[in-house]
C-alpha cells in the first residue's frame, strides 16, 4: 500500500480530457493540465463510480448518515459494493481489509482519510478489519533496511489506532511478522496464476525490476482471502473482503479479481477515493520528505497556522478589489478542499463555498477555518495516539480470535 | 530442490566435448552423445573439482575414512570447501544444509544420495544440519495442490529421517510450513538484490514464468544464512554453511553467493555430486512416474529383481562368445554404475570391475551382486523408515534451540 503518498489532483472528478496521466500504486501524475482525470481513470481501470443512489442506498441498509467523504464524493468509485450491500441485508459475513505502507515516520493528513473512512465502515456495519502494514514493500521500493521498516510499521500502527478502532474487532499486522503458514500459502497459490508478463501489462514491472518487487502483489492481494486469517475465519472461503483504499491501488485488486474464482474465492469489492491534495496545489506532491507539502499529524499549532497561511494554493484574487469582483476559483483552492475534506458542517460549508466563491469572504477568512479545524482534529489526534501505548499495539496485532 | 530427480548421464566426470548441454534444477540434458560432461559443467558454473589432495585433507581432519561417495568422485566438484576445513581446524562453527522437493509419494535411490553424504558429514564433522522441503516449489512447478504437496513433504521427511539422522542436530522444515519471521525477511533482503534479469540469466526464466517461480530462487537461497534460523543460531551472520547437493543446484547458490556479501553474510561453500543414472542407462530419465525408470525405496525384493534383470542396461556383449572375447564396457553398464555408488567394499569392487570388464565375469553375475546389494539397502530403509512415526517427524520437524 502506497496509497495518498503522493498527489497532484483535484478532488473532485472531472470530465476534462487530458493526456500523458499515470496512477499506479507508486505514480500519481496528472495530465498535461496537471490534474487527475477521474473519469477517464474509472474508465481505464474498469471501476464504477458511486451513484447518489448507491449512497441512499448505504444510508438505508447501514441505518446511519453517510460519511462525508461519501456525501462529497471523497469516496467516488467502487467494484461490487452492491452485492456487499445485498451481503449485508442477508445478514451474511463479510470483512474490511485496508492498510498502508510505513515509509516514514509521521503520517500527513492524507494518510488519515482511509483509516478515518475506515472506521465509519466498522462502526456502520459492524465487522472485522484487518490492516496490513507492508513493511516488506517499503524494503523493497524506498531502500529501507528491514528493522527500520518493522519499526516504522509499529509506529504508523499506533497513528492508525489513534483513529478509534475497535481492538475486538481490529486485527494489524506488519508482512514482516506475520507472512508465514496460511498466508504464505495463499501468497503462493496468487503468485502460480499471476505471470511476468501479466505483472508488467498491471504495474509496469521491468526486467530491471528485483523479483521482490514481481513478487509483492501477491502478498497484498492474499488479505482479500478470508483464510489468510485462520485465527479470524477459519478455513472458511465464503465471506467477503471489502477494501476501501485510494484507487492508485486499483491496479492490485484488478489483479486478485481475477485471481480470486481460479483459487475458489470471492472477489474482493473496493471502494475508492481520490487523492488528497498538497498544500502548494493540484500539481505539488505532498512528501514526508518536505514538511511544507503537507500537513502531519505531528505538527505543532504554530506549524498549521504557518503551513496554511504560507503554502496553502489559494484561488483568491490577486488583489482585494479583483477578489471582491471576480470572486475565488474553488477549483484550485486548497483551503476550500481541505474543508470539503474536513468540515462536518454540511450547511457551513456550503455557505463558506457560496460566500467565498462570490468574493464576500477572503481568503484568511476561509484559511481561518482550515486552521481551526485542522488544528482541532491534530491536536485531538496527538491525544489520541499519546494512549497509545506498546501495549495496546501489541493487543491490535495479537494474532488471536475475534 | 529438484536434486536427482532426473538423469541422463555417464557417473564419471568425462572430458569429452558434447553440444546442447543443459542442466539447471529443472533440467538435466547431456549433449549429442546423451552423456553430460562434467569438466564442462565445472568450468561453466564456474565451481572446482574435488581434487585427491582435498579427499586427503577431509580424511586427516576428521580422522575418518572419505565416504566412498568421496573417493569414488561421485561428489566430485566443491566450492570453498577447503574454507570449510580451515574454519573446522579452527574450532569455528559450520552448518549443513541440503534439501528435496517433495513431488512424488516414494523417494528412489538417486534421491537417497544427497541424504547418505549429507548423514556421513554429519557424523564426519557434528555439526547443525537443516533440511528444506520445498512444497512450495512442487507447487509452483508440478501444479501440485498446496495440502498434497505439504502431505507429500512430510511423508518425504519420514525416508530423510530413516537415513539415519541425528534429531538432536538436524531440523527439517517445510517451506508452507517454515517461512515466516526470520526467514519472509531473508527471502526479502535477497529478492531485494537480484533482478528479473538476473533469474533470466541464471535460470532461464520467461516473460510466462509465474510470479512465484521467479519469486522462488530467494526462498531456496535464504537458509544458506545462519540467521533464517534464529532458534538455532540466534542473530548471528558469522557462522558457515556447507550444502551438499547434486551439481544441478548449482544456479541456486551460485545466486547465493553473489548476494550474500551485500547483505553481510558469509558465502555458502558447497559440496556437489553427479546424477545418478536411470536403469535405462545414460539418455534415460528417473521419473517418479516411469516406475521402471528407477529403484524405489519402497520396492519389493521380487520388484528389484525384476527391474534389474530386465531394465538394467547392459554394457556386456551381445553374445556369449563376443562377451567373453571383447569384455563388458563399463562406461554404460548401470550394474557396475550401481555398484560404484552402493557397494561398500574396494577391494572387491576393483575385483568385480577387472573380471567383468574383461569378460571373465557375465552379466547375470554382476545383477546378481547389485540385486543382492539393493535388496539389503531397500530392505534396511524400509524397517528404519516403519519407525519413523508422525511424532518422530514432529519431533525433527520442532522449531527449538539445539
Redesign the interface.
Same mark, same amino acid.
Given at each position: 500500500m502506497s496509497n495518498m503518498q503522493t498527489s497532484s489532483t483535484s478532488s473532485e472528478p472531472s470530465a476534462a480530457a487530458t493526456s500523458e496521466q499515470v496512477v499506479d500504486p507508486w505514480n500519481v501524475q496528472g495530465g498535461a493540465d496537471g490534474k487527475i482525470d477521474y473519469n477517464k481513470l474509472v474508465e481505464q481501470f474498469g471501476c464504477s463510480k458511486i451513484s447518489p443512489e448507491l449512497v441512499a442506498r448505504i444510508e438505508k441498509v447501514t441505518g446511519k448518515p453517510a460519511h462525508p467523504f461519501l456525501r462529497r464524493g471523497i469516496f467516488f468509485a467502487h467494484r461490487d459494493l452492491s452485492e456487499i450491500l445485498d451481503c449485508y441485508e442477508k445478514g451474511q459475513p463479510f470483512y474490511l481489509y485496508t492498510g498502508r505502507g510505513p515509509s516514514s515516520e509521521a503520517l500527513h493528513l492524507g494518510h488519515l482519510i482511509p483509516f478515518m473512512f475506515t472506521k465509519y465502515l466498522q462502526d456502520a456495519f459492524n465487522v472485522p478489519l484487518v490492516i496490513q502494514l507492508t513493511d516488506?514493500e517499503k524494503?523493497?521500493w524506498k531502500?529501507l533496511d528491514?528493522d527500520e521498516a518493522r519499526r516504522l510499521a509499529r509506529e504508523n500502527a499506533k497513528d492508525i489506532i489513534a483513529c478509534g478502532f475497535d481492538v475486538t474487532k481490529t486485527f494489524i499486522f506488519s508482512? @514482516?511478522?506475520?507472512?508465514?503458514?496460511a @498466508?504464505? $500459502?495463499n501468497i503462493?497459490?496468487i503468485? $502460480?496464476? %499471476?505471470? =511476468?508478463?501479466q %505483472?508488467?501489462g498491471i504495474f509496469g @514491472?521491468? =526486467?530491471?525490476?528485483?523479483?521482490?518487487k514481481?513478487?509483492f502483489?501477491?502478498v497484498q492481494a492474499a488479505p482479500s482471502f478470508p483464510d489468510t486469517f485462520p485465527h479470524l475465519f477459519g478455513a472458511r472461503k465464503d465471506i467477503r473482503c471489502l477494501i476501501p483504499c485510494a484507487i492508485d491501488q486499483d491496479p492490485y485488486f484488478r489483479m486478485t479479481r481475477d485471481v480470486a474464482p481460479r483459487l475458489g474465492h470471492l472477489k474482493p469489492a473496493l471502494i475508492e477515493s481520490c487523492f488528497f491534495p498538497s498544500l502548494q496545489g493540484e500539481s505539488g506532491k505532498m512528501s514526508a520528505s518536505d514538511n511544507s507539502s503537507a500537513i502531519f499529524v505531528n505538527d505543532t499549532p504554530k506549524s498549521i497556522k504557518d503551513k496554511i497561511n504560507k503554502h496553502a494554493f489559494s484561488g483568491g484574487g490577486a488583489t482585494l478589489e479583483e477578489h471582491r469582483s471576480r470572486g475565488a476559483n474553488l477549483s484550485v483552492d486548497i483551503p476550500w478542499k481541505y474543508l470539503n475534506f474536513f468540515m462536518d458542517d454540511d450547511v457551513k460549508l456550503e455557505e463558506i463555498g457560496r460566500e467565498y466563491g462570490a468574493g464576500r469572504m477572503l481568503t484568511g477568512e476561509v484559511k481561518a477555518e482550515v486552521i481551526k479545524i485542522l488544528t482541532d482534529m491534530v491536536q485531538r489526534h496527538q491525544l489520541a495516539r499519546s494512549q497509545v501505548t506498546d501495549a495496546v499495539v501489541d493487543a491490535f496485532m495479537a494474532v488471536r480470535p475475534m
Open positions: 516488506d524494503t523493497l531502500g528491514v508482512d @514482516f511478522e506475520y507472512v508465514g503458514g @498466508f504464505y $500459502r503462493v497459490r503468485q $502460480r496464476c %499471476v505471470t =511476468m508478463n %505483472v508488467r @514491472f521491468s =526486467m530491471e525490476d528485483s523479483i521482490g514481481i513478487a502483489p501477491a
